[in-house]
């Protein structure tokens, strides 16, 4: 069945250093993705998106790069701060026909000051 | 997001009983959708809607039900069946279009079962 794999579990960083969060999705009329942050007891939020169109996407420290012939797109974090920890998961969506989303297992990046 | 609201925040049943929670929406959004996260794992789907007076199952539908009378709200019963309910619960809603697919979560409800 639809299936989203998202690596690694678990990260950690030292404060100023890149993060880079991968998934993997087997539908491939998935064509849209986005990326969730999520904080402690708090709701996700959206921080990224892409569709299947566009090969990267940037919002000033944050980028997605989506290849969709080996079907993964990652979470690239530069400069990462205190405050980008948080746990993130990543969707994969197709354009047309059905709205489920299907959610990777999320990692949770800790940075280190 | 602040157009989705749930209620309660906080929930606590006693074995044996059905509870309802509350989720409304007010961005004119198609679809909505229930999830339930437990401690320190992912999301997982309950039930989603697309349409008003349609739904279907997601990955763990027992012990749940839903309705979709308004376009509105998406209300979920935990019912007894469900063994072991105790989580967050968050509410989902999107719309379809040629400019955005974004899904917008609501703050959540947690339950616990005494």
């Known amino acids: 069945g639809e299936n989203v794999e998202q690596h690694p579990s678990t990260l950690s960083v030292q404060e100023g250093d890149s993060a880079v969060i991968k998934c993997t999705y087997s539908?491939?009329?998935?064509?849209?993705f986005p990326w969730y942050k999520q904080e402690l007891g708090k709701r996700p939020q959206l921080i990224i998106d892409?569709?299947?169109?566009?090969g990267e996407k940037k919002d000033q420290r944050i980028a997605v790069t989506l290849n969709k012939t080996a079907k993964h797109f990652s979470l690239h974090i530069t400069e990462t701060q205190p405050e980008d920890s948080a746990v993130y998961f990543c969707a994969a969506m197709p354009l047309s026909g059905t709205y489920k989303y299907i959610f990777g297992t999320g990692t949770r990046l800790k940075v280190l000051a | 997001d602040g157009g989705i609201t749930q209620s309660p925040k906080y929930l606590f049943r006693k074995e044996g009983q059905n509870v309802t929670l509350s989720c409304e929406q007010n961005?004119?959004?198609?679809?909505m959708y229930w999830y339930r996260q437990d401690p320190g794992q992912g999301l997982r789907l309950i039930y989603y809607?697309?349409?008003?007076?349609?739904?279907q199952k997601g990955d763990i539908a027992e012990g749940y039900s839903v309705s979709r009378e308004k376009k509105e709200s998406f209300p979920l019963t935990v019912t007894s069946a469900q063994k072991n309910p105790t989580a967050f619960y968050l509410c989902?809603?999107?719309?379809?279009?040629?400019?955005?697919?974004?899904?917008?979560f609501g703050p959540g409800t947690r339950l616990t079962v005494l």
């Open positions: 989902a809603s999107s719309i379809r279009s040629s400019s955005t697919d974004t899904q917008y």
């Open positions: 961005l004119n959004h198609d679809a």
């Open positions: 892409i569709r299947s169109n566009v």
């Open positions: 539908d491939s009329a998935s064509n849209y």
């Open positions: 809607s697309q349409i008003v007076n349609d739904f």
